[in-house]
């Protein structure tokens, strides 16, 4: 236990390295920054995917959000608590702003990791019509949801999923850009390893469960 304790406290320590001062200026009109990010190494790259899906814009934003359905295409999710959500929506059931905290479960002996994750939605018009959407994911801190020890608080330095309508508004585009770091005893290459399947990896799994709907 004091082993992840002591992680934590390291993670928490380290500055904001000048990579990712630079990523300030994509939030800067939000209301998520990185100013209060407990933890970013340096090191840790941004990672970038595209895929289209045949699918509107609204039921792809339908299942970005819903915690019912996130574990069956986020990898090792095993649970999602929904904290708070703003009553202004764009769609139906997909509310403006958000707060989640997630449990990943990590195969031995690796320790399970945890998030907490502000989102916010920006959409762009053009008349009645949708433009581009973009959901801004961001790792916060809640006094109700402190550290636990029987698992290493991980950080969502940065996460944008951009949304654009194809083919008349009948398919969607979908670009993703992140920068995670799970922190505990994980080295950085291994992270950035992860981090070059991982776009491609959550976007498949991400269309299948928005085609089945």
């Not at 990672?47 to 996130?70: C, N, S, W, Y």
């Not at 670009?175 to 976007?203: A, H, M, Q, R």
Request: with cysteine.
């Amino acid at each position: 236990m004091a082993l992840n304790a002591l992680e934590i406290t390291n993670g928490a320590l380290q500055p904001l390295p000048k990579h990712l001062e630079a990523l300030t200026s994509i939030l800067k009109e939000k209301s998520l920054s990185y100013e209060n990010l407990s933890t970013a190494r340096n090191g840790i790259k941004n990672f970038k995917g595209r895929l289209e899906i045949d699918a509107p814009m609204e039921r792809v934003a339908h299942v970005l959000f819903d915690p019912e359905t996130q574990g069956r295409w986020i990898g090792g999710l095993m649970n999602v608590s929904l904290l708070e959500i703003d009553s202004t929506e764009h769609w139906a059931n997909v509310p403006k702003t958000f707060q989640l905290y997630q449990e990943f479960h990590l195969p031995s002996p690796i320790w399970d990791r945890d998030y907490v994750l502000a989102g916010e939605w920006s959409v762009d018009f053009d008349g009645d019509h949708v433009r581009k959407a973009v959901l801004h994911l961001q790792s916060i801190t809640r006094e109700d949801c402190p550290v636990r020890d029987d698992r290493v608080r991980a950080a969502l330095n940065l996460q944008l999923y951009t949304l654009t309508p194809t083919s008349g508004g009948s398919a969607t585009q979908v670009d993703v850009e992140i920068n995670v770091d799970p922190l505990g005893n994980f080295p950085v290459f291994f992270v950035n390893l992860y981090g070059s399947i991982w776009c491609g990896k959550t976007l498949a799994a991400l269309e299948k469960v928005v085609l089945s709907k």
